[in-house]
Structures are given as structure tokens and as C-alpha cells.
């Protein structure tokens, strides 16, 4: 039988398991349940224990899958918990690459837990793939690519990253946060495994915790599958059931993040009082021509600096639609400062290195009204004038 769909926009609300079998439900129940009986020694039903197998998280697994074009998707109790669990594929005196601006919690983990059982790391820039190459030395295992990265939404070529890291036997890893298969898919650029903070835009209301992450091969399935079973980070049914919920709506939350963002991007750039405009759906960003080759647009975060003569920190008193907060991806507009907040894990030392200067704000623009938007920028960005 053909599908019933072929665009992503479909499998964003057929995708995966779509329909309850036993009672045609259309919305998968919530199976709140630990266990489930088993009708003689050995005689499961396909369940057995829900740490093993649940099937609210089952759909939400097999429809990740597929949005990702992956062998199978596993969920977890936050991006974290995925990153560990796909982190824990390696063995002692292996080491993986970063890019040089991915999550402050994923630098953190690597640098000071990961670190304990002898799995080291480089900060590498993977937007410069000789460079990359460069730093592939023997003990190198895998690569983790964020792109964009944020806060400087660096741009990382997957395809070109992929070709050299599989050319030297490396794992290649895409944290797919920011994009979302709607608008990037890095299994089919290459790579071999694609984590999420499903908290994010997959959730997309900033009322979740969770983390997802595909791979590509079967092999690939079989180990995550026991490590996520071992380890037992695993997401709860109800949070399954609102992530399932979240990802209906993704293509049109995206549609109007989108257009918001690019709307917003322009609307700094030509500011008198802006500086510096980080954003890849910017013709003139640094990652424009690589990011519209793999991805369908620019995505929704962007960051900026005001010039001398304006106060960051009374740009952050001064937004009021716009919400000072961690996070990202959701309905409503977020501000952050990522030198005191998503990137204060990492040193300053290389905080500087890499760019992320105190005076960077990064905005995660919502599905508000575009209006609304510009006009409290412009009014924090008015205020925040040194007089
Ligand atoms: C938030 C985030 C994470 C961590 O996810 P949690 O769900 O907060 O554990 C990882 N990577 C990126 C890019 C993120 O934005």
C-alpha cells in the first residue's frame, strides 16, 4: 500500500503510530502505566515493563523516526538525558569533537561528567572542515555538530563534516535542536545520529522537558536501545503524549517563527543602534550560502550586540512582550543573555575565544504578532541608550 502522504507536513500529524489499533482512538492514550501483565511465564503482549517499552512513548519514538528518516527513535526525559545516553556509545579513551559554540550543557556534561570515565573532547571548528580534519587525531571517536550553534549561529556544512568524519571511521552526531527535521534533516546529509531537546521547538509551548534522538542503522538501534534501557532516562507517557501533541502544529508554528525571525533579523540589521546581527537566513551572514544548501530556511534564534553607547543590561529591563528567560522555541518571544545564562557553564576564557561576548543578546522569536515584536525591540533598544 502507498502512503496516504508524502510531505512533511502530513507526517507531522499522520507520522509514526497515528492511530490507537485497539480502540481507533485518534490521539494515542496515555498509557500511565509501570507494568503490564503477561499471560504465562514469558508470554508478553510486546510490553513488558514501560522503563523497556511504553507505548505512548513507543508512538512518539516511531514518529520521530520517520520525521528524521531514521531506523529508530528513542525518547528521554530531557536533551540531556538523550545527549548521555547517545554519549554513552563511547568508551574510555575515546574523545569527541564539538562545535566550537554548542550548548553550554553539552560542553558541561562532556567537561565535567563524561570526563570521570576518561571520554575527553576538542573544541573544534567544525564550520571550517580542514580545520576539522585537522583535529582528528587517533583517539578521536565521534563528532557532535550543532548548526546553527548557538549563540553565534555557526554554520557547520554536515555534508562536508560527515564525508571527512566517516573518511576517518568517526560517529558523526547532529544536535538538531534549533532546526527540527521541518527544516534540516542530518541523516540524510550524513550523519549517523540526531539528538534533540525536544523542549524546545518539537514541544514548542515551553511546557515540557524532554529529549529525543535517532539513529540511522539498525546496529546503531540495537545499542541505543539497550543503553536507553540500562540507563533509564526515559520520557514519561504523559510528556510523550504532549510532545506527540506539540509536533502536530510544528510546520505551522514554524511557518510563522520563521517569517517573524527573518522579519526581526532585518529589522536589527538596519538599526542604527545594532552593532552586529547573528542570523543564517541574513544574505550577508557568514553561514548563509552553506545553511540554505542544507536547511530550509535560517531558523528562528538570532543574536545581536548594540553599539557603544547602549546598555545591554537595560535592553534586558526594558522588553516587555518579549520575556527575559532560558529556553527557546516556544509560542511566545524569549530573551536571554548567553555569557550569565545558556553558555555560563563554559569558562570565560573560552567564552571570549569563541565569541560570546557579555554584551551578546540572543532572542528566540514566538508566532506573536510581527508588530508587536519590532515595536518592543525598538522601544528596549530606545531605552537602553546610555544618556
Ligand atoms: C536546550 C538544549 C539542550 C539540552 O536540552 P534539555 O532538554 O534542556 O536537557 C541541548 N542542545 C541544545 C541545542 C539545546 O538548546
Not at 522555541?329 to 545564562?341: N, Q, R, W, Y
Not at 563554559?346 to 560570546?356: A, F, N, S, T
Amino acid at each position: 500500500m502507498s502512503k496516504a502522504y508524502e510531505s512533511i507536513s502530513s507526517a507531522l500529524i499522520h507520522g509514526g503510530i497515528p492511530i490507537d489499533e485497539r480502540t481507533g482512538a485518534v490521539n494515542i492514550p496515555i498509557y500511565q502505566t509501570s507494568t503490564f501483565k503477561q499471560d504465562g511465564l514469558g508470554k508478553m503482549r510486546g510490553y513488558e515493563y514501560s522503563r523497556t517499552g511504553n507505548p505512548t512513548r513507543e508512538a512518539l519514538e516511531a514518529l520521530i523516526a520517520e520525521l528524521e528518516g531514521g531506523e529508530a527513535g528513542f525518547a528521554f526525559a530531557s536533551g540531556l538525558a538523550a545527549e548521555t545516553a547517545v554519549l554513552s556509545l563511547l568508551h574510555a579513551g575515546d574523545r569527541v569533537l564539538i562545535s566550537s559554540n554548542v550548548y553550554g550543557g553539552t560542553f558541561r556534561l562532556l567537561n565535567q561528567v563524561f570526563d570521570h570515565f576518561d571520554i575527553t573532547y576538542t573544541i573544534s571548528n567544525t564550520d571550517d572542515p580542514k580545520s576539522f580534519e585537522a583535529d582528528i587525531t587517533p583517539d578521536v571517536k565521534a563528532v557532535l555538530v550543532e548548526s546553527p550553534a548557538n549563540p553565534l549561529m555557526t554554520v557547520t556544512d554536515i555534508r562536508a563534516v560527515a564525508e571527512i568524519a566517516h573518511r576517518h571511521g568517526l560517529l558523526v552526531i547532529v544536535d538538531n535542536t534549533f532546526m527540527t527535521p521541518y527544516l534540516q534533516r542530518p541523516l540524510t546529509l550524513g550523519a549517523d545520529i540526531v539528538v534533540h531537546s525536544a523542549t524546545k521547538y518539537l514541544g514548542g509551548h515551553s511546557d515540557v522537558v524532554a529529549g529525543l534522538a535517532v539513529v540511522k542503522t539498525k546496529e546503531l538501534a540495537e545499542k541505543l536501545a539497550f543503553i536507553q534501557n540500562s540507563t533509564g532516562g526515559v520520557l514519561g507517557p504523559f510528556d510523550s503524549f504532549l510532545l506527540i501533541r506539540g509536533i502536530k502544529t510544528l510546520g505551522v508554528r514554524l511557518d510563522r517563527h520563521v517569517e517573524n525571525a527573518l522579519a526581526a533579523a532585518r529589522f536589527l540589521s538596519s538599526h542604527p543602534a545594532v552593532k552586529r546581527v547573528y542570523y543564517p537566513g541574513l544574505e550577508t551572514d557568514k553561514g548563509y550560502e552553506v545553511n540554505r544548501r542544507q536547511a530550509k530556511s535560517g531558523g528562528v534564534m538570532l543574536s545581536f550586540e548594540l553599539k557603544e553607547g547602549y546598555d545591554h543590561k537595560k535592553f534586558f529591563e526594558s522588553v516587555s512582550l518579549i520575556t527575559l528567560a532560558e529556553s527557546l522555541g516556544g509560542v511566545e518571544s524569549l530573551v536571554c543573555h548567553p555569557s550569565s545564562m545558556t553558555h555560563a557553564s563554559i569558562p570565560e576564557d573560552i567564552r571570549k575565544r569563541v565569541g560570546i561576548t557579555d554584551g551578546l543578546i540572543r532572542l528566540s522569536i514566538g508566532i506573536e504578532d510581527i508588530s508587536d515584536i519590532l515595536r518592543d525591540l525598538d522601544n528596549a533598544i530606545a531605552s537602553s541608550e546610555v544618556k
